[in-house]
Every structure is written in C-alpha cells, then in structure tokens.
C-alpha cells in the first residue's frame, strides 16, 4: 500500500507528538507523598501537566542549592514559615508575579516579592479539658499565675513554638516576651517536652487543665477515623482559638516557591495556581485538617467546629526575623529546663 501526501503527513504528526517535549513540573517536598499525591493527581487532570514528585525527609535548600543551575526542581514545597525563608535566604527561589496568587492569598502569608506563598494554615491553639468553661484565651494570658502548675506544652525550642514566640516578639518587643517566657514557666504543669499531642494525653490524665498545640492534631483525634488512646485523648478535649491582644490567632503554614533555575517556570506556577483554586484547597485542607489559606475556602467541619478562625495580621516574614532572638529567650529563661 501506498500513502498519500495526506497520510503522510498524519502519520508524521502521530510521530511526532511523542517526541514533543510533553509538559511536566518537577515538585520536590518535604511533605508526606501521601497528602500532596491527591493534589497532584487533580492537577494533571485539570491540566495535562505531569508532576514529577521527589519526596525528601529534610535538607531541601541544601539539596537544590547543591545542584545549583542544572538543577531539574520547579516548586520547592514545605512546612513551616522559617523553612520557607531559609530556602530565599539560601538563594534558590525567584521571585514570581502572579494575579491569580495575590488574590488568593491574604499578603501577610506569602512573601511580599514573591519568593514563597503558603499555601495552607496550621493554627497554634489553647487545648482544655472538654468540660472547661474556657471559651476564649489570649496568648499573653497563658503567663498569668491563674495558670499555675496546669499549662502543658512540649520544647520552648520546637520550631511550632519559636514561631508563636517569635509572634509574641512582633506584637511586644523582647523585654516582654521575656517576661511572657517566665510566666508561661511558672505555670507549667510538667518539662516543657514531648509531642502536641501529648497536650491532650495529659490533659485527660489530670496532669494539665490547658495546653499550647496546634489544631490539625486536634482534627486528626476528634476525625472519625481516630483510633484507641488518639481517639479517647480528642474526647477528652476541646478547643479554643487564642488570639493576641489586639491581633489574631498565631498560624503556621505549609507552602511552595519556584525554584530558582526552574527549567519548566510557567508549569511550576501553573501548579501553584492551581493549587490555590476552590478544588485543591479543598483537597489540600482536608487531607491534613489544616485550614485553607484562601479567604472563603471550604474548612473541614471537624477544624470547623472550633471556630472561626481570624488570622493574626502581622506578615509571616516580620515573624520569622525573630526566630533567632526567641531561641535565645528560650534558654536564657532555661524554659525547658
Ligand atoms: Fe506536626
């Protein structure tokens, strides 16, 4: 048999779309496959965009930085608000512009040229027992002798509390978050150690009446799905939102940057567009009972139940300049010890 001009043609474009470069985005993150996989799967749906996920335990600026300009990462992804500024401090992001971000995202929690944008929220919260009649708290008041020998919290220096230090640096200065420090220790009820969760725990087990710790371990106790202890220490307790004086509640994000030698730049924010869409931030909120980042998103009914949550306004980026400093107030009130 013999082609045709015209089926010559057809036939070389059948071939040819193979060897087209397909489009795809490079994602490295340290977050669990499990939780971003069902975004990125949406994504490629919606878009046709293949996402390449490289999974990492930690070391996410040194690994990006150490395969300097070939490096094949579009979009750097992780938790917490100090994280993302050690990646633009480390020179492997770039700055991006984008409509469809600014509008998403509320400008105290994304990085204000660009460089990173969370992309969800994770509030450090007041646990109390179920029956309290607590009903509302502020941070500052967790110093007051009222409190005393009943707060439970884990490590000054976790980096959940650096941050909420940090925040109480923002709105005070150093001279009363050091104070702040001293009271909160005075008012322990055991070593500032262990887990958030083990708030909870203790709390069920007489040890503290209150405890700080952030509201998705809360959803994850209080989830249908909780099981054994997790599930009877979520019993055991309720939520409360603190806010600071005159501001709001202290949060922490997750969130993404493009990376600096991004050799696919347009997918890669493509992708973190995407994410900030109605459908992923449904997606990404209830995978980890974390709070969407755009105004008006759907909140899981369990983090729901908890109330409305009203932001602290001060930027991320001002918080995090004081990282250093609230570790430093850490030990010099021997906070842990
Ligand atoms: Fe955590």
């Avoid at 980096?159 to 420090?181: C, D, F, R």
């Avoid at 602290?312 to 010099?332: F, N, Q, T």
Wanted: contains cysteine.
């Amino acid at each position: 048999m013999r082609f045709s001009p015209r089926h010559t043609l057809a036939l070389a474009a059948l071939f040819a779309a193979p060897l087209a470069h397909a489009a795809e985005v490079n994602l490295y993150t340290t977050r669990e496959p499990g939780l971003i996989q069902p975004l990125t799967e949406a994504f490629t749906k919606s878009t046709g965009v293949k996402v390449n996920m490289i999974a990492l335990k930690d070391g996410l600026a040194e690994r990006v930085a150490a395969e300097g300009e070939r490096s094949p990462a579009d979009v750097l992804m992780t938790v917490d608000f100090g994280n993302l500024v050690d990646l633009v401090e480390a020179g492997v992001t770039q700055p991006v512009s984008s409509e469809t971000l600014a509008s998403a995202i509320p400008a105290n929690l994304r990085d204000d040229e660009g460089h990173w944008f969370a992309l969800s929220l994770r509030s450090r919260v007041v646990y109390a027992e179920r029956g309290s009649a607590l009903s509302s708290i502020t941070y500052e008041n967790l110093a007051d002798p009222q409190w005393k020998g009943k707060l439970c919290i884990r490590s000054g220096q976790h980096p959940y509390n650096t941050s909420l230090i940090s925040a109480h640096i923002a709105h005070h200065g150093e001279a009363a978050t050091e104070q702040w420090l001293r009271g909160m220790k005075a008012n322990l009820a055991r070593k500032a150690a262990g887990g958030d969760r083990d708030g909870a725990r203790d709390i069920l087990g007489g040890i503290c009446d209150i405890a700080v710790a952030n509201a998705y371990y809360a959803g994850q106790m209080k989830s249908p799905d909780a099981k054994g202890d997790q599930k009877a220490w979520g019993e055991a307790i309720k939520v409360v939102l603190p806010t600071f004086e005159g501001g709001g509640t202290h949060v922490n994000v997750s969130g993404a940057a493009v990376a600096r030698h991004a050799p696919n730049r347009a997918e890669a924010i493509r992708l973190l567009e995407y994410l900030v869409s109605d459908e992923a931030q449904g997606i990404y909120a209830a995978a980890n009972y974390e709070y969407p980042v755009k105004p008006g998103a759907p909140v899981d009914p369990v983090l729901a139940g908890f109330g409305e949550l009203k932001v602290d306004p001060i930027p991320l980026e001002k918080i995090a300049a004081h990282r250093k400093l609230a570790s430093e107030l850490v030990d010099k009130v021997g906070f842990d010890q």
